[in-house]
């Protein structure tokens, strides 16, 4: 049933007179996806690097990466939401100036900590990025070719994770460490000013609705966020008192979260919302699938260095071949999902990845190489699948003024399962090894870890699918019920 939208957020319009070319707009949407990718795995490269430079130890630099991360993740849901209330395009401009302003800053900080805060900011102007991009893609793309918008936008996403290592090192190599940050500053102008002439002016909300943004909510979902994500980095692989203590804290967040959203008058988040089985199936299964994702990223080292014996130069080809799939599948994946809809590519994207995770559960190291990235292939292009497909499946008919909401929210899911898979699925596999030092264990050992956690990650994704199927079966039941098939789905109002 449609839902009539609240007083002051009326869609943002588009002028009559001014209709830029979708090519400009898609070149807009792309740059902003790009960037945050690309401004993750660039710094990761750089790492040693700047320990070098500051005289840091590897638990003091890295929170060069984890600012940034934090940041993404605690405000991609907040900064979604008041897009839909202030305006998209008038938040995606500033998040995009900020981050740029903010990697200015990255490449002349003098010292480690003042490097750090402008990362942490950086990652406040790619939360916004990330979060409005997608939101844009339901107002400025003909509903017919969401599935391919999406799937161009993964493949960005990809490029900028696939681009940030050989571009991070050849930058390092010859000019230094600060080059990896300077670069983004000329694409963050060029991201700025595309923005400026490609997307719509938006209007904010007026009136009453104006002060509906709920920074209550915000707050306490930001710090339970924060609790959450700390817990599952600042001791690595372990969990120690002080990871323990965080996710109590998060726990009591999420609580206290909950009970001011049913009383607050317009919440961020309502139980409603949560209960569209198209939204929370979205939500679940990009958390798991993330999670199984970063297990490639975790694992995939370990095994190939170890178990297979490759120097570090093979190593990272190897790991880029994950990346460059994801890259080069996003738009036929995206076009597929036009063609076929949005539910059969979910189940071809899941049933990929379950697949890839089960012949690396079984995969004997005597295959070599070969026995490893033929398999990852297949998940990292599945993996593409899955995204292009379930993005538009809970994008597509979203109720305009929940479109940042909704982004965001997905945006959230993913970081979260990354975050967790680093943390639980390196646990796991770390157990898996019965080694406390995975770095020195036995070849073996390390095969014995790569293939029980890659039989646990399939278990994890096949939660996933199951879920899927049981949505499909209910939604083919209840099809005769749907008078309006094509409104709107979600709505915050109480």
Known sequence: MKSASPPGTEPEQT??????????????????????????????????????????????????????????????????????????????????????????????APNLPLLTVARAVQGAGAACMMALSMAFVGEAVPKERTGSVMGLLG???????????????????????????????????????????????????????????????????????????????????????????????????????????????????????????????????????STVMMTTLVVGPFHLARSLDLNPAYVGLVMAAGPAVSALTGVPAGRATDRFGTQAMVVVGLSGVIGGSVVLSLMPTAAGVAGYILPLVAMTASYATFQAANNTAVMKDVAPHQRGLVSGMLNLSRNLGLITGASVMGAVFALATGTSDITTAAPDHVARGTHRTFAAAALLVATGLAAVLVLRLHSRLSSHHNTKPNSPRTTIDP
């Open 15 to 108: 002028s009559p007179t001014y209709r830029p070319a979708l090519a400009w707009t898609l070149t807009a949407l792309s740059l902003s996806t790009l960037l945050p990718s690309l401004s993750i795995s660039i710094a990761n490269v750089g790492l040693p690097s700047i320990a070098l430079a500051f005289g840091a130890s590897f638990n003091e630099v890295q929170w060069v990466v984890i600012a940034y991360l934090l940041a993404i993740t605690t405000l991609v849901v907040g900064v979604g939401r008041l897009g839909d209330i202030a305006g998209r395009r008038r938040l995606l401009l500033s998040g995009i100036a900020v981050f740029t302003l903010a990697t200015l800053l990255c490449g002349l």
């Open 155 to 289: 493949t960005m996403s990809a490029v900028g994770t696939t681009l940030g290592p050989s571009l991070g090192g050849l930058l390092i190599a010859s000019v230094g460490w600060r080059a990896i940050f300077l670069v983004g500053v000329p694409l963050g102008l060029l991201a700025l000013a595309l923005t400026i002439r490609a997307l719509p002016a938006s209007t904010s909300a007026t009136g009453p609705a104006r002060h509906r943004f709920d920074s209550l909510g915000t707050v306490l979902l930001t710090i339970t966020l924060t609790a959450y994500a700390l817990a599952m980095t600042i001791e690595g692989n372990s969990f120690g008192p002080l990871a323990i203590a965080l996710l109590a804290a998060a726990g009591a967040g999420l609580g206290l979260f909950v009970i001011t959203e049913s009383r607050a008058a317009s919440p961020l988040l309502t139980m409603p919302m949560l209960r569209d089985p198209v939204l929370a199936t979205g939500l679940m299964t990009s958390a798991l699938v």
